[in-house]
């Protein structure tokens, strides 16, 4: 599936006056294409996916799925904050949007099986999340967004809250279950490593009102291991994607951008 | 039994995945340490053994204090006559009935309260104005639309129990993280399913606070509208051995009820962890 999103805003009204979170942000992805966006924190990155979805209505502007023809959702929002259902087990979240689409029971439970097995969820079926930890959570998240089999796949900082070896081991899940099970995927993060780890191409963000400010082709071949962040070209590509948000940063600030 | 480890009669413990959770197991309850629990009955029985020993010294009038003793025996004989399973019996029931009558509907108008924007903006100046009104005061009103029997008293106590359990039923659901409604939406939930599935297990633990406020309102207000114009009831029983001086009838009138109180938020409490098995309960 490819996505165009074609000149977004998004204003919103606060009592201290308008809030331009998002300002015509045009871009349009590839097939099967992982796009990582980028930027400073408030620069309405979540905005942007939430108008991608379809739960926040641009102000202005369109988004458009073409070819959505995946045999799914049309998209699944993996969130940041803990979103899986405190009164379900582990089992009943990730088959609730097979539910919630009428699936009969036995055929969810089966699919939400698969998928919980895939993120190495097995032995937690009928357990309730509180019992799991912060990182196995997200992973719950993620296998109830993969078994809607979605056209395109939004994922909102999913392991921002997570130490750095379970974050890099699920990030690795995440390109398994993506390279046997492609979808379109926005993986917003301000984590510019991971950002150029898992994209194809990273989107960088400006400070607010959101519009991009650059857009970088990733040039290293799949699959990739952890050992390419030493790699001179990603510590190259790193740095001039950091330096253009602490401009970005210092302008917000009031400085001298 | 010796593994491993060599340690005897101890299983090595089992693996753990992240750090927290073990496959198969469940966390068990935490028990309260011993020494709490034999406090928590030491103090009342002490407390007992000082009443009983100031009346048999004569300290205090056993007219106003009946001493535990004779308290006991008098439950006792009261329970062996058949009269006080009568009365506690016809005091359960207006209390059964009004409680359903007034906490279930309550429940269900606060999370549509707690839901929409459009019930709340319709239904909470009412709440808000007559929920500080003490539900005592409408008895004479009540009784005067409604009679002086048994309805009167059910209908007092479905008033009474009514609000507690809408107000905790609204903000159960006005609690619920904004997170999972997006989450509903996202998997295409329709506004039944986002009910059933998100406004009610997400509010219970709240709702089920609001039913135990309720029960106790229940509790109370039984006793207060039996002490009018009733016959049959723990209240009425109390309120009779009032007239006639018979206190220690009054007290043991007094102590049954406050041990069905316990009996029955006991029983609620276990129903609600029953129901509400994801949340952690204290």
Known sequence: MRLRCQNLSKVYHASAGEIVALAGVT????????????????????????????????????????????????????FQEDSVFPWMTVIDNVAFPLEAQGVRRGERLRLAQAYLGRVGLSPFYHHYPHELSTGMRQRVGIARAFVRRPALLLMDEPFGALDAQMKAVLQEQLIELWSTDARTVLYVTHDIEEALFLGDRVIVMSGRPGRIQADIEVPFPRPRRHAIRADARFVALKEEIWDLIKGEVLRTLGGTG | MRDSTGVIGRKAHPPTVAGTAVPGSRPSQVRTPIHRRLLALAVPLVVLAAWEASVQAGVVHRLFFPPPSLVFETMLKLLISGELLGHVLA???????????????????????????????????????????????????????????????????????????????MTGVVGISPVYFEVASNCGAGRWKTFTRVVIPGSLPVVFAGLRLALGMALILVVTAEFVAARTGVGAMIWQAWETLRTEKLYAGVVTWAIIGLVSTDLLRRLERRVVRWHRHT
């Not at chain 2, 359960?92 to 929409?116: D, E, H, K, T, Y």
């Not at chain 2, 100046?125 to 639309?145: C, D, N, Q, R, T």
């Open chain 1, 27 to 78: 871009f349009a992805t590839r097939e099967q294409e992982f796009v990582s966006i980028v930027g400073p924190s408030g620069c309405g990155k979540t905005t942007l996916l939430k108008v991608v979805a379809g739960l926040v209505a641009p102000t202005s502007g369109e988004v458009l799925y073409e070819d959505g023809e995946s045999g799914g959702a049309r998209n699944a929002m993996v």
């Open chain 2, 91 to 169: 005091s359960l029931q207006r209390v059964f009935i009004g409680f359903l009558l007034g906490a279930i509907p309550g429940a269900l108008l606060g999370l549509s309260m707690g839901w929409s924007p459009t019930v709340r903006a319709a239904a909470e100046p009412l709440v808000s104005a007559l929920y500080p009104v003490p539900k005592v005061a409408l008895l004479p009103m009540i009784m005067l639309l409604f009679g002086i029997g048994d309805l009167s008293k059910v209908i007092v106590i479905a008033v009474g129990a009514f609000f507690p359990a809408v107000i905790n039923a």
